[in-house]
């Protein structure tokens, strides 16, 4: 008998409008996330801590967790710290590094996880993947979905702005990304998941083609539900192929070879994306790209955030280094330094244009 349906992974609640951090306790009560309120919170010393005054009166059975960076070591810490008691769930309340420490420590003693992020920096708020720093440099660990997303559309406007213009580049890059996925259909053979490719496009349409700025709370909850649907994207596929292609390559590139240099991880996804958009032929949806970059504030060009023509070079040939096994236009073009100097020069006429 035919499979004619399937179970997608994906939270239980998403509560995306303002106001929603205040009725954080009502929700996982209503939701039977949590009848007790025996919640282990994560926060960090920033944004999370502030807030904590605001909604520990609504959690009085809650214990506060405060953890110091984004880093492995900090995510066993946390976990190690949260054996001591019983809880019904982790709450991961500040910014990506904390919401990824809270993920990996929640996976590790066996606990759902409640995202709460106070910035829309990148896709991972609701994605199965932990970044976090390790010895060796920077490691992705595989991790379960969120049981549950609350997003304070009050609290991200607080948040510095190019944190959120950040996750504007990553949203966008998922059309480069996907582009990828496709060609690596084409030429190799490789499974695509319709529905995932289809979720993480259109997720990055929606923000590509709105109008508002991220001091809109329309444009803010377009982002955010974006963000939201990219991360069930890659639970249905099951890795991270809907959301990162040459676009994530070139950023890995830049955080590899330049670590004390790099800028954030949706500034350098989107001039990844709008680059690598242009090696593949469509030069009109990359200066499109480009232009909505630009009326975001971020970059497209990598003297916006620092970095020579050379050094970009460089790391476009390194990146498909970062992702063996990734199959993408770079990977497919597989072009050498003089070729690549003479690509990017037309890219700076076209987007110039």
Same mark, same amino acid.
């Given at each position: 008998?035919?499979?004619?349906?399937? =179970?997608?992974?994906?939270?239980?609640?998403? *509560?995306?409008?303002?106001?929603?951090?205040?009725?954080?306790?009502?929700?996982?009560?209503?939701?039977?996330?949590?009848?007790?309120?025996? +919640?282990?919170?994560?926060?960090?010393?920033?944004?999370?801590?502030?807030?904590?005054?605001?909604?520990?009166?609504?959690?009085?059975?809650?214990?506060?967790?405060?953890?110091?960076?984004?880093?492995?070591?900090?995510?066993?810490?946390?976990?190690? *710290?949260?054996?001591?008691?019983?809880?019904?769930?982790?709450?991961?309340?500040?910014?990506?590094?904390?919401? @990824?420490?809270?993920?990996?420590?929640?996976?590790?003693?066996?606990?759902?996880?409640?995202?709460?992020?106070?910035?829309?920096?990148?896709?991972?708020?609701?994605?199965?993947?932990?970044?976090?720093?390790?010895?060796?440099?920077?490691?992705?660990?595989?991790?379960?979905? $969120?049981?549950?997303?609350?997003?304070?559309?009050?609290?991200?406007?607080?948040?510095?702005?190019?944190?959120?213009?950040?996750?504007?580049?990553?949203?966008?890059?998922?059309?480069?990304?996907? !582009?990828?996925?496709?060609?690596?259909?084409?030429?190799?053979?490789?499974?695509?998941?319709?529905?995932?490719?289809?979720?993480?496009?259109?997720?990055?349409?929606?923000?590509?083609?709105?109008?508002?700025?991220?001091?809109?709370?329309?444009?803010?909850?377009?982002?955010?539900? !974006?963000?939201? =649907?990219?991360?069930?994207?890659?639970?249905?596929?099951?890795?991270?192929?809907?959301?990162?292609?040459?676009?994530?390559?070139?950023?890995?590139?830049?955080?590899? =070879?330049?670590?004390?240099?790099?800028?954030?991880? #949706?500034?350098?996804?989107?001039?990844?994306?709008?680059?690598?958009?242009?090696?593949?032929?469509?030069?009109?949806?990359?200066? #499109?790209?480009?232009?909505?970059?630009?009326?975001?504030? +971020? $970059?497209?060009?990598?003297?916006?955030?620092?970095?020579?023509?050379?050094?970009?070079?460089?790391?476009?040939?390194?990146?498909? *280094?970062?992702?063996?096994?990734?199959?993408?236009?770079?990977?497919?073009?597989?072009?050498?330094? *003089?070729?690549?100097? @003479?690509?990017?020069?037309?890219?700076?006429?076209?987007?110039?244009?």
């Amino acid at each position: 008998m035919p499979v004619l349906s399937r =179970l997608i992974p994906s939270p239980v609640v998403v *509560e995306i409008r303002r106001g929603a951090l205040d009725d954080l306790a009502s929700v996982l009560a209503d939701e039977r996330i949590s009848h007790s309120g025996r +919640l282990a919170v994560a926060v960090s010393n920033g944004s999370g801590a502030r807030l904590r005054e605001r909604i520990a009166p609504s959690l009085p059975g809650a214990t506060w967790y405060e953890v110091g960076g984004g880093t492995l070591d900090d995510a066993i810490r946390l976990a190690g *710290e949260m054996k001591a008691d019983r809880y019904d769930a982790v709450v991961g309340l500040g910014g990506g590094k904390i919401i @990824d420490c809270a993920k990996f420590a929640a996976a590790r003693v066996g606990l759902p996880l409640v995202a709460v992020p106070t910035n829309l920096s990148h896709d991972g708020l609701c994605s199965p993947v932990a970044t976090l720093d390790n010895d060796a440099g920077r490691g992705s660990y595989g991790v379960p979905n $969120p049981i549950a997303v609350l997003i304070d559309l009050d609290v991200i406007r607080e948040a510095p702005p190019r944190f959120v213009r950040s996750g504007i580049g990553d949203a966008i890059s998922n059309i480069s990304a996907v !582009a990828d996925w496709e060609l690596s259909h084409r030429v190799t053979g490789e499974k695509i998941d319709g529905l995932a490719a289809a979720m993480a496009r259109q997720a990055g349409e929606a923000v590509l083609r709105h109008p508002g700025g991220i001091g809109d709370n329309d444009f803010l909850q377009v982002l955010a539900e !974006a963000l939201v =649907l990219t991360g069930v994207a890659m639970s249905i596929s099951g890795d991270s192929r809907p959301a990162s292609g040459a676009c994530h390559e070139i950023n890995h590139g830049f955080d590899l =070879l330049f670590p004390k240099r790099a800028a954030s991880h #949706g500034e350098q996804c989107g001039l990844g994306a709008a680059f690598a958009m242009y090696l593949r032929g469509a030069h009109e949806e990359s200066a #499109g790209m480009a232009e909505v970059l630009s009326r975001h504030e +971020l $970059p497209v060009l990598p003297k916006d955030i620092g970095f020579t023509v050379d050094e970009f070079v460089r790391v476009v040939e390194f990146a498909p *280094e970062t992702r063996p096994g990734r199959y993408t236009i770079l990977e497919h073009l597989d072009l050498k330094t *003089e070729q690549i100097k @003479d690509v990017y020069a037309d890219y700076v006429k076209a987007i110039g244009s």
